[in-house]
T-cell receptor
Framework: DADVTQTPRNRITKTGKRIMLECSQT?????MYWYRQDPGLGLRLIYY???????NKGEISDGYSVSRQAQAKFSLSLESAIPNQTALYFC?????????????FGPGTRLLVL | DAKTTQPPSMDCAEGRAANLPCNHS???????VYWYRQIHSQGPQYIIH???NNETNEMASLIITEDRKSSTLILPHATLRDTAVYYC???????????FGAGTTVTVRA
């Protein structure tokens, strides 16, 4: 979905390096999410943000940090990358209306930590 | 969380309708049923969702039984590009994380 973009799409880095994954959306949604996907483990939530001033840890936030620079931008940083952070990373946005909340995902960033 | 049960895999002929079942017998009254799909290593794609009425959009139809314990996603005219893993998710209100189970691997054959 071109409304949610992620950069870079692929990244190779070395252990100990700090890297940033970026997410931008044009859907006008307030809520944004970062997930990682590992083979056989499904999606796991890293961080989420309900608006620019609201940041929350997900189930696997250790080793990660985020920045919500604007409504449309949500960045994920790996402070000191390690090999077990090799994964597929997805950003998502959502609109919440009462009990309904539909999440829309970006194309993903494939990260390899050597 | 209401758990869902889906068949692990199914095949479908190109041009035919694909009917994907999902059981969610412990669903609560205010929980919506969502369907997503993921084509290999791409971002999950939202398909459709519903509460208790049948829903239709440009991608698919969702049929929810009257007791809401099961549902069926219908892809009316499957194409090769519909080959993907399809996930049925019952999402409690206020739970922000989407939990994708194993899903159904749908293979559309020419």
């Amino acid at each position: 979905d071109a409304d949610v973009t992620q950069t870079p799409r692929n990244r190779i880095t070395k252990t100990g390096k700090r890297i940033m994954l970026e997410c931008s959306q044009t859907k006008g949604h307030d809520r944004m999410y970062w997930y990682r996907q590992d083979p056989g483990l499904g999606l796991r939530l890293i961080y989420y943000s309900f608006d620019v001033k609201d940041i929350n840890k997900g189930e696997i936030s250790d080793g990660y940090s985020v920045s919500r620079q604007a409504q449309a931008k949500f960045s994920l940083s790996l402070e000191s990358a390690i090999p077990n952070q090799t994964a597929l990373y997805f950003c998502a946005t959502s609109d919440a209306k009462g009990y309904q909340e539909t999440q829309y995902f970006g194309p993903g960033t494939r990260l390899l930590v050597l | 969380d209401a758990k869902t049960t889906q068949p692990p895999s199914m095949d479908c002929a190109e041009g035919r309708a694909a009917n994907l079942p999902c059981n969610h017998s412990t669903i609560s009254g205010n929980e919506y049923v969502y369907w997503y799909r993921q084509i290999h290593s791409q971002g999950p794609q939202y398909i459709i969702h519903g509460l208790k009425n049948n829903e239709t959009n440009e991608m698919a139809s969702l049929i929810i039984t009257e007791d809401r314990k099961s549902s069926t996603l219908i892809l009316p005219h499957a194409t090769l590009r519909d080959t993907a893993v399809y996930y049925c998710i019952v999402r409690p209100p206020g739970l922000y994380k989407l939990s994708f189970g194993a899903g159904t691997t749908v293979t559309v054959r020419a």
